[in-house]
């Protein structure tokens, strides 16, 4: 059984010590908000090249103005409140503790990578055209979950190319995730059967996630949040100036 266990994390599926099907759902959940939020957020961000195209007078006020209220809006409702509802039947359905600590790290992860693909998706979109965007966003997408720790250990990388993990948002996320729910002094963990992995610490040393800081992944997921926006930005300011 612990050979089977062991070829099973080190192909990077998620094996949760207690119910093996609760982490298979958290690893869905992260790919569903990735995918989704980038491929299904271009397709309507069109409309946002052509509104602000027909204002000819400072046109830079314009776009702040217009960005900020739409946006604005969409993450009120879509990129905060749908995730926390659903990270709220997912966390207590899968046996988590009863934390507010770990409850509450656990939705805030699950909505700063909702954010940020969101605004990823954004910039495909306002960057090329639709029939592009359907090709460049499987592309795009590909490397980011490929080297992000989801499907194979960062350790077994090649060196020459472990540099893209650290460029993928998702990566962060997925630590964030993991060290909110078995960091933090988390007792051990309750099995109805014999358990390879009894403690929570042990856990995170074989997926290879017990070093590092909680800190740290948020703030790199704000920094991938600041920088799309901004790109973002730019890029629709160009579409809209050299189109006018």
């Known amino acids: 059984m612990v050979e089977e266990m062991d070829t099973m994390t080190d192909r990077g599926v998620w094996v949760l010590v207690s119910k093996p099907l609760n982490q298979k759902k958290s690893l869905r959940k992260l790919v569903i908000y990735s995918k989704q939020d980038t491929t299904g957020y271009f397709l309507r961000c069109q409309h946002s090249i052509a509104i602000p195209g027909i204002i000819h007078w400072n046109i830079l006020l ?6 900020g209220t739409t946006r604005g809006l969409q993450l009120n409702l879509s990129r905060i409140l749908f995730p926390a509802i659903y990270c709220g039947i997912v966390y ?8 507010r600590v770990r409850f509450d790290l656990f939705i805030l992860s699950s909505i700063m990578i909702s954010l940020v693909a969101q605004f990823v998706g954004f910039l495909i979109g306002v960057a ?16 980011i979950l490929l080297f992000s720790g989801l499907f194979i250990r960062l350790d077994t990388i090649p060196y ?3 540099w893209l993990s650290y460029i993928s948002y998702v990566r962060y996320c997925y630590q964030s995730v993991l060290r909110g729910i078995y960091a933090l002094d988390r007792p051990e963990l309750h099995c109805d059967k014999i358990c390879p992995f009894q403690g929570p610490q042990d856990f995170l040393r074989e997926m290879d996630k017990a070093d590092g800081n909680l800190y740290v992944d948020y703030a790199a997921m704000w920094v991938f949040n600041f920088v799309f926006r901004v790109i973002s930005y730019y890029v629709l300011y160009y579409k809209i100036v050299y189109n006018r």
């Open 62 to 67: 314009k776009l702040l103005g217009y960005l």
């Open 92 to 99: 207590w359905m899968t046996a988590q503790p009863n934390d």
């Open 128 to 143: 090329t055209s639709v029939q592009n965007d359907v090709f460049l966003a499987p592309v795009v997408l590909f490397p």
């Open 160 to 162: 020459y190319l472990q």
